[in-house]
């Protein structure tokens, strides 16, 4: 899920925490299209090598959970998503409450008197449990995917997430239309057909549990900027996680419950106490890796700017590929690779056209795009 938050969540978050102070107020009243956002005062830009040491750092960490999921949910191991994704979400609220402890104001939603958000039962149920839901059910299938699809092809049908982002988030009334946008995703769509078109060892349940997953990653954003936006619901991503995480590990135990007790569901598959002995340091390290992650995506959104997280992120994808070809052994055809990489130049135009709006609305796309890579303020309207 890391890998998707630059093309929804981050372009909204650098956005607000670069405003000026009175234009802030007015955009956390405002801008309902706006996720989940740290609303924190501007502060002094980081150092080169602090942006340089938590962007590699991202990459590491991001390439290493996914590919470690892979392995992890070989039918040797351990290749049952619904407990592996219970025991992430179990071990994250562990975590992330030792961390509230010793290390308050990493959680300025909570501990900041002024970014404090209510945390009411009603705001708990009806609004972060949705989230929660959808945001539980992506991380099972994404896992169950695995053991049918390569890395690098469920990457690839990933990075088509926007598209669907961007068609709901019309539907819903969140977005607005932008001809310009609507291009550019077209290109996208293409990209993404060349990535299915050129898979050696396709998988059509592999490719349906994929878009079940990216389905629901869609949905989850856009329930973010529905149910979370607006009026000073603005959570910071460790309080995020500290209050989705116990709700996701929930629900999968009703579900698993439901399973035993009452309906047992043929895709649910229960590990016994020797799965867990054989794979209990590979589990160890993997929720490590887990939480490790979403520490590491929090810190350097303290430190990132713009366009130091597009270029992360866009190594970071074409790395998670790289990774999986040389360390799992994975096939990519030339199709595909050529694919993934028209996937990864539109979806940069993509991410800069919504990180830097106002660039594209008031001059050419190619005088906006170098404006913007070059951090020049955007042209002034005619």
Known sequence: SSAFLIHTFFPYYFRYRTMPGKERLESAAEDEEAPLMEKSKVKPESSIWVKGFWAIMVIIASSTLINYNKYLMDASRFPFPVVLVMCHTFTGTIFASLMLLTCPMLFPSITNPDQQITLSASFIWRRVLPVGVTFGTSLVLSNTAYEYASVAFLQMVKQSNVITVYVLSLIAGIEVYRPRL????????????????????????????????????????????????????????????????????????????????????????????????????????????????????????????????????LVKDAAIVIVSAIVLGEEVSLLQAVGFVAQLLFIFIWSMMKTFPEHFENDSFYRAMIAAVQGKPAAAKC
């Open 182 to 313: 609507v291009v550019v995703l077209f290109l996208i769509v293409l990209a993404t057909s060349a990535t299915i078109t050129g898979e050696l060892h396709f998988s059509m349940v592999g490719l349906l549990v994929q878009l079940g997953c990216c389905l629901a990653e869609c949905i989850k954003v856009v329930l973010q900027g529905i149910l979370l936006s607006g009026s000073g619901r603005k959570l910071d991503p460790l309080t995020f996680n500290l209050l989705v995480s116990p709700l996701c590990f929930s629900c999968l135990l009703l579900v698993l419950m439901i399973h035993l007790f009452v309906f047992p569901m043929s895709w649910i598959d229960i590990p016994v106490m020797s799965d867990f002995t054989k794979c209990k340091w590979l589990l160890a390290g993997n929720v490590l890796v887990a939480f490790a992650l979403n520490v590491i995506i929090a810190t350097f959104l303290k430190h990132g700017s713009p366009m130091s997280f597009l270029v992360t992120n």
